[in-house]
């Protein structure tokens, strides 16, 4: 479990996309019906956390973003966004 203030900190990390071997700043994302994605992400300003940006579509045509990050020694959460 984690707390408030430390959700807030790595919400608010600037974060890049991960695509092969570059880091990119944003990306033209044009995905495909039904949606079922993961967008791989890092954050120059502290590498100690990963992430990834889980997108899904459920039968009822509702996107959920769903943002993982995970400590370089130990999982520590995730945090859900419907949209």
């Known amino acids: 479990m984690i707390t408030q203030q430390q959700a807030d900190y790595l919400l608010a990390l600037p974060k890049h996309i991960i695509?092969?071997?570059s880091v990119l700043e944003r990306k033209m994302y044009a995905p495909s019906f039904p949606?079922?994605?993961r967008l791989y992400m890092v954050s120059k300003e502290d590498d100690e956390f990963s992430?990834?940006?889980e997108i899904t579509q459920?039968?009822?045509k509702n996107l959920k973003l769903t943002l993982h990050f995970q400590e370089e020694d130990a999982s520590i959460g995730r945090e859900?966004?419907?949209?």
Do not use: I, N, Q, R
Request: no cysteine; net charge negative.
């Open 51 to 53: 992430f990834f940006l």
């Open 19 to 21: 695509e092969g071997d």
């Open 58 to 60: 459920s039968p009822k």
């Open 80 to 83: 859900h966004y419907g949209a």
């Open 35 to 37: 949606v079922d994605d």
